[in-house]
């Protein structure tokens, strides 16, 4: 497959790069102006410059698949100039693993945590423009009891982790949680600089924003049982045309797929301001808690106590989730705020998935992981983050939110790193691997096609593993926990990892290319290829005692839980927005239909599904075709996939666990089935395409009947800088509390 590709080849004619520099640019404009909420999209549709339904025009000078005006053949388009390498090499760098959040006394927080938002006021920022002497208060969490931390004096904080979103900045305190034998040499006494590698220029504090300001992105640590209070301040900018180009200044942050109440969920419409701080409550429970295991009889599900034994914790150890990550979700920014930097990776550990391999109780599953520590240990256990980026003719990140089909970058990192190396030792390994790209899938496999084994999909544990030679296809936001063995290699030996899976957009992947023709280059999408390099260095001082057991966690079994009820959501484009509130709602070509309805672009306050507290429901997401694909998240609890278009046969081995990323593949369709328990509140169901979900692809439901203090239906939060206040939904879909 050759294809076309938005960027150019390296070796264009000045010409054409001249050309496609001075569109890149004019599109820059637009998407700064759009950040700075100094136009909006119907002004550009007015304008002529994006089409009605939504799609940059076709105008020579703006749109990079408008055919260039010194193209040999009519047709080619203007493309995007690649991103300059400044001389850079690939498999220069060392691949700095994550940068592990310290975990402090709760008491170290200032002030301590409360149960409902701490609404003490402070002075606003005459940046905010409001009249000297107003107020705000310093928690932007919306306030009163519904979004109270729920179960707060059940669950009450144990450990806390305390994070500023800023702008970059070295990092002098880079912690990789291992030696640095175990980090490919990197000394972690040496300051880390914000750049995608150490001859490529410093990023900006205007173009990266991550939590804390520095890399490597950051890793939080959690085991089941030990409630853990994330304090994360906004230090944003206030003025919100500092930010480079793109990206917002308000943020909410999404722990994904956490099984936490909806004041903790990074609810799209309940963000924060700078200067503000939110406290978010991850209790750590099992699904199921009130039903199933309610006397925490069941040493399965449990918690490592740091001693070699187990805390027993209620639910269902059926549940129990491994591999998570937090990222932001403001409404139709979360596409430049996660690319700006703004995404971490959360390890939990449990009886199961102990991250100790020599404790054999029966229950530990002895994944690799190292055994220094009672839990947690990561020499053998590393956290992967794939992410596309782009960046200008200075070497600073650039976003270019055209066309709406979706972004692409140019560049392939691996934990914000450029094509890096990593030294291992000849045993066993588990990978966490998260794609963090803005609209990218994946398709990866070792450069010679040797076995690897699928451990886990997305948060869980798989039944069983699966041995693969390639990947399926991974789409934004899903996890693959690999297990690859590298005593078969000889010290002194190289393998890569390989991406096969070509774009010609965003609208998801034209096909896979022979891991031969992916090695050798030949595609003309820039990001295909090697993208990380194993170097074998040594023999494991200890012998692997690590395993990977022929069982790791069976599904729940659901067969005595009646489904109350079934809904279908079809996830396509040409949606209509029925309701015009100023704050809540967006527009873009993107949609959701449910239940037989239009489809419908994203409001805050419509309330499109409303399941019962405590029951079962089927959902079946549709692709209504077009030969894209959408990755959609239903957040809250993880599901099963029951069929794919239709059949249970479907759906091969690696789907056979829990998920909460949803791949539907083009025109087709995926049913799972998820169960609504433990908490209330609002949350989301959306394309983690985060273009598409910007632009307006996502939906709010709500848990109906969860009791005092949540109302039927919910108030919608509107969130200022003077504090949060609340308005009646927008809408209600006549099927949501059906
Ligand atoms: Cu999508």
Redo the contacts with the bound molecule.
């Keep these: 497959m050759s294809g076309r590709s938005v960027y150019l080849p390296a070796n264009a004619s000045r010409a054409r790069l001249k050309e496609a520099e001075e569109a890149r640019n004019n599109r820059a404009e637009i998407v700064k102006a759009l950040s700075w909420g100094q136009i909006s999209r119907r002004d550009l549709i007015k304008w002529g410059l994006f089409t009605s339904a939504g799609l940059l025009a076709p105008i020579r000078g703006l749109n990079p698949f408008v055919a260039s005006a010194y193209a040999d053949d009519d047709g080619i388009p203007t493309g995007a100039p690649p991103s300059p390498l400044f001389g850079v090499q690939p498999f220069s760098q060392p691949m700095p693993r994550f940068d592990v959040l310290p975990r402090n006394p709760v008491s170290s927080l200032n002030p301590a945590p409360m149960a409902q938002s701490n609404q003490t006021q402070q002075a606003l920022d005459p940046g905010f423009g409001f009249p000297a002497g107003t107020t705000g208060p310093i928690e932007g969490r919306p306030p009163g009891t519904i979004w109270a931390h729920q179960q707060f004096s059940a669950f009450p904080p144990q450990v806390a982790i305390e994070v500023t979103q800023l702008g970059a900045t070295i990092n002098t305190t880079y912690n990789p949680g291992v030696a640095s034998s175990l980090n490919s040499g990197i000394d972690p006494t040496a300051s880390v600089h914000p750049t995608f590698h150490a001859s490529l220029p410093d990023q900006g504090p205007l173009a990266l924003w991550t939590f804390n300001g520095t890399l490597p992105p950051k890793l939080m640590i959690g085991r089941y049982g030990e409630a853990i209070l994330f304090r994360h301040h906004n230090g944003l900018p206030v003025d919100v045309s500092q930010n480079g180009g793109f990206g917002r200044h308000t943020i909410s942050t999404h722990e994904h797929n956490g099984h936490h109440g909806a004041e903790n969920d990074g609810f799209t419409g309940a963000y924060f301001f700078p200067k503000q701080f939110y406290d978010y409550h991850y209790p750590i429970v099992l699904a199921g808690r009130n039903t199933v295991n309610t006397g925490a009889s069941d040493p399965h599900a449990g918690s490592p106590n740091g001693s070699g034994g187990i805390t027993n914790i209620a639910g269902d150890w059926h549940e129990t989730m491994s591999t998570h990550w937090f990222h932001d979700h403001m409404f139709s920014f979360t596409s430049q705020n996660v690319y700006k930097g703004n995404a971490g990776m959360f390890n939990i550990y449990s009886a199961l998935d102990r991250g100790n391999e020599s404790v054999t109780d029966g229950i530990n599953l002895c994944l690799p992981s190292g055994t220094a520590n009672d839990f947690g240990n990561l020499d053998y256990d590393v956290n992967l983050m794939l992410a596309d980026k782009a960046w200008d003719s200075n070497g600073q990140l650039f976003f270019d939110i055209f066309n709406f089909d979706g972004f692409l970058g140019d560049q392939m990192t691996v934990n914000l790193a450029y094509k890096p190396f990593f030294e291992v030792e000849r045993r066993k390994y588990r990978f966490r691997i998260l794609n963090a790209s803005v609209s990218r899938f994946f398709q990866y496999g070792l450069s010679d096609g040797s076995t690897i084994i699928q451990i886990a999909n997305d948060g869980n544990l798989l039944p069983a593993p699966v041995p693969q030679t390639i990947s399926d296809q991974q789409g934004i936001a899903e996890r693959y926990d690999w297990v690859i063995d590298f005593s078969r290699y000889s010290v002194g030996t190289k393998v890569w990892l390989v991406n096969v899976l070509a774009h010609e957009d965003g609208r998801g992947p034209a096909g896979a290319v022979s891991m031969a023709q992916a090695i050798a280059g030949n595609s003309s999408d820039p990001g295909v290829g090697k993208f990380l390099e194993f170097r074998i260095v040594r023999d494991p001082a200890k012998t692997d005692i690590s395993q990977v057991p022929s069982t790791l966690i069976p599904n729940p079994d659901l067969s005595a839980i009646p489904v109350a009820r079934q809904r279908t959501f079809v996830?396509g484009d040409s949606a209509d927005q029925t309701t015009n509130d100023p704050v809540t709602t967006f527009f873009g070509p993107?949609g959701i239909g449910t239940n037989g309805g239009d489809k419908l672009d994203a409001d805050f306050g419509r309330i499109s599904a409303a399941p019962k507290f405590g029951t079962r429901e089927i959902w079946t997401l549709v692709n209504d075709g077009g030969g894209?694909d959408?990755p959609v998240h239903i957040h809250f609890e993880e599901g099963q996939i029951l069929a794919r278009n239709g059949s249970a046969r479907n759906v091969p081995p690696w789907e056979k666990g829990r998920k909460d990323v949803y791949r539907l593949r083009p025109d087709g369709s995926v049913t799972i089935t998820m169960q609504f328990r433990d908490f209330g509140g609002m949350f989301m169901e959306h394309?983690h395409?985060t273009v598409?979900e910007d632009n307006a692809?996502l939906l709010r439901w709500e848990i109906n009947g969860a009791g005092t203090p949540f109302l039927n239906p919910l108030p919608t939060p509107i969130a200022t800088p003077k504090g949060v206040t609340f308005e009646a939904p927008d809408d209600i879909l006549p099927s949501a509390f059906k």
């Design positions: 996830f993107w894209w959408h394309c395409n598409h692809m």
